[in-house]
């Protein structure tokens, strides 16, 4: 919403009852200035200002009261002046002329007053229209992020109860032939060890693409030992030296916020090594009394000059998941080499024993 000047919005709400008496005073006033100065001084353009608060903040047919009395007031304040004219239709002449000019004054005015309505009633309709659009756009971002998950949990638990069980069966049985072609010194029975092997390889893996995709289990105590996980499966898996440094005694979120903690590390780490070419990865997952801070540095190439124009989906991802819970996200280049990236979150109530802090 446009917020309206304090002063300003109180004067605009002026009652009429308060606005009406001080036109007619203010009329008063100015013919009693326009008397004093004489009828030589041409005054009527002072009244325009009690014709104006009269239009505005009263309305058009108490501005034409308002002209009348005007008119009426300078007339008077010459003829009292001193002023002596050929004939009476001379001031009724000039009166008349005066009040047209004010007439085309109050129309316009009220013409301005009525835009000025309308703008503000469009400007108040689009604004409450662009707030709805970007909360329902901030609700479809949140919901698309949660489905998200959910099917990286589900995917994650079928990993690791389907197929992880199926291949364990599968190399059972390749090990129970194995041990039969073993006993008749059968030479398969070196191929079908060699078989066993690579199953319970497929099993391993599979087993680390399950951690993956569902890491945290809802368990945010546990938050600690996913990020150790994270750390030793990216050494594994892109080849590079990744760290985790942490604090058993860190006080540690919910889920969902330990949940987005863990995917902002993990994509600032798939990150380092997919765009970065990094080879040395730190993770630190540090608190104070006030914050909880999550730090990831890298040795990589670091971040293009037009890094916040043109950041990629990984970097909004970040950045928006950091925004759901309330953290602050930054990421800026290393003075040597590398990038740096930062989610903080303020601690606003002391974690409960249940959530190990």
Not at 32 to 38: E, F, I, M, R, S
Not at 228 to 250: H, I, M, P, Y
Not at 273 to 290: F, K, M, T, Y
Request: with cysteine.
């Amino acid at each position: 919403m446009i917020r309206t000047i304090p002063w300003l919005k109180r004067w605009g709400q002026w009652p009429q009852r308060f606005v009406a008496p001080l036109c007619v005073c203010l009329v008063t006033v100015v013919g009693l200035v326009d008397y004093w100065t004489g009828y030589e001084t041409f005054f009527f353009i002072f009244y325009l200002a009690a014709v104006y608060l009269a239009v505005w903040f009263v309305g058009g047919s108490f501005g034409i009261l308002i002209s009348a009395l005007s008119v009426a007031a300078w007339v008077s304040s010459n003829i009292e002046a001193g002023a002596r004219y050929s004939s009476y239709f001379v001031p009724v002449w000039n009166a008349s002329i005066m009040f047209v000019f004010y007439l085309v004054v109050v129309r316009l005015l009220v013409k301005i007053k009525n835009f000025n309505r309308e703008l503000e009633q469009r400007v108040q309709l689009r604004t409450e229209s662009l707030a709805k659009e970007i909360r329902e756009r901030m609700r479809l971002q949140k919901e698309l992020l949660e489905t998200s998950e959910r099917e990286r949990r589900r995917i994650g638990h079928e990993l690791h109860d389907g197929l992880c069980q199926q291949l364990t069966g599968a190399a059972l049985a390749g090990q129970l032939v194995s041990q039969k072609l073993a006993d008749k010194s059968a030479p398969e029975s070196v191929e079908t060890s060699r078989l066993v092997r690579l199953i319970e390889a497929a099993i391993e893996q599979t087993r680390s693409l399950s951690r993956g995709l569902s890491p945290v289990e809802l368990q945010p105590d546990r938050l600690l030992e996913n990020f150790q996980e994270l750390a030793a499966r990216s050494s594994a898996q892109f080849k590079v030296a990744c760290r985790f440094e942490g604090d058993a005694a860190t006080p540690l979120p919910d889920a969902a916020v330990a949940t987005h903690l863990f995917h902002i590390a993990e994509e600032a780490v798939a990150n380092a090594v997919r765009h970065g070419r990094a080879q040395l990865i730190n993770i630190c997952l540090d608190a104070s009394e006030n914050e909880l801070a999550l730090t990831i540095t890298d040795d990589g190439a670091g971040l293009l000059a037009n890094f916040r124009e043109a950041g990629g989906m990984g970097l909004r991802v970040m950045a928006y998941r950091a925004d759901l819970i309330g953290a602050t996200f930054e990421i800026e280049p290393l003075s040597t080499r590398g990038t740096r990236i930062a989610c903080t979150l303020p601690v606003l109530a002391p974690v409960n024993d249940e959530h190990g802090g």
